[in-house]
């Protein structure tokens, strides 16, 4: 018997996992919009709106490749440079 509840555990954690990573992703569309929004309002250097700029253009080409998380960590990387 405990060996039935512990496999029907652990398949249930297996299976949970995957469902509730997938869930808690942020689209990369989305993030994208907070960036360039943030852009807007943001006053930097020229040096730090090409970095900003090589970011975001990593992002979006990760993203049209429906890789979300690597376009968000650009799109972070993006966001630290604009002080936000």
Known sequence: MKTMILAFTLGAIAFASPVSAFAAATPCENTLKELRAAE????V???????????EAKGIERCNADDDKRANDFFAQAMKVLGK
């Open 40 to 43: 807007a309002s943001a006053k």
């Open 45 to 55: 250097s020229d040096a730090d709106k090409k970095k900003v700029s090589d970011l």
